[in-house]
């Protein structure tokens, strides 16, 4: 297997054989509605799942798959190596890089109310906000349990962090299911470092009519804004493990 190189050499038709590829970062993006990346960890063969714009070094190329490292990010799979089928490769790594960091504003409105979800068919009580973001706006809320396990978020300015993980364990399928065709993307949640603090709160901003002290878009046609939105923002600082602001008020 020839040493990784600044200059491609040519292809032959020898079996197993292996080129060098142009070193290069390359930034991920989505196959599906999903929203999750699957790249397959080496040499162990495992999935892997990468959300976009998640940057990478090329490796290699050899036997029909192209080789890389998973170069930032707030995953588990930062560091690693990986590598996809090459034609699904030039599908989804792309040369367009983040942009500047996000600012969402997130401002409480009124005190909580009762109120039924037509979607869960359940009743809560909803600290209401409204989020301000990219010239728009969508009501959220910030607490539906309360007896002291979940708080609403506090004033402050926060960190929006990266995606973490698929988070389609907390099933938010009815959401998507009630609107066919409109939302996407609803298990990709973006974590929430609150002011003071170090790394995910476990508070997160995600699609929903049920918030454990997170910001849950309860207009769900709303969420595709804010996806897309925060998705391609990075923070310069925290190699990728950050979005943007998140500055809350009452």
């Not at 037509?118 to 909803?126: F, P, S």
């Not at 066919?180 to 995600?206: A, K, L, M, Q």
Request: hydrophobic share 30%; charged share 25%; proline share 5%.
């Amino acid at each position: 297997m020839p040493v990784l190189t600044n200059n491609r050499t040519s292809s032959n038709n020898q079996p197993n054989s292996s080129h060098a590829v142009t070193v290069a970062t390359k930034y991920s993006r989505r196959p599906n509605d999903s929203g999750w990346l699957k790249i397959r960890q080496e040499p162990s063969g495992k999935d892997a799942f990468l959300c976009e714009y998640t940057k990478v070094t090329m490796l290699k190329e050899k036997n029909g798959r192209t080789y890389f490292k998973v170069a930032d990010g707030n995953s588990s799979w930062v560091g690693i190596e990986a590598s996809m089928a090459t034609e699904n490769a030039e599908k989804y790594l792309s040369d367009v890089a983040p942009k500047a960091p996000a600012t969402m504003n997130v401002k409480y409105h009124g005190n909580p109310v009762s109120t039924r979800s037509e979607i869960r068919g359940d009743t809560n009580k909803q600290q209401w906000a409204i989020a301000s973001f990219d010239g728009k706006t969508a009501k959220v809320t910030l607490n539906s349990v309360w007896g002291g396990e979940y708080t609403p978020l506090p004033p402050g300015t926060h960190r929006i962090m990266a995606p973490d993980q698929s988070h389609a364990n907390i099933s938010t399928a009815g959401y998507k299911a009630a609107h066919p065709g409109r939302v996407r993307c609803n298990d990709v949640w973006f974590p929430i470092e609150v002011e003071g603090t170090t790394g995910n709160s476990s508070r997160y901003i995600h699609i929903g009519h049920l918030s454990e002290g997170c910001v849950t878009f309860y207009e769900l046609l709303k969420w595709n804004d804010i996806y897309d939105y925060l998705i391609d923002k990075r923070m310069k600082e925290g190699k990728g493990k950050y979005i943007g602001k998140l500055i809350v008020e009452k």
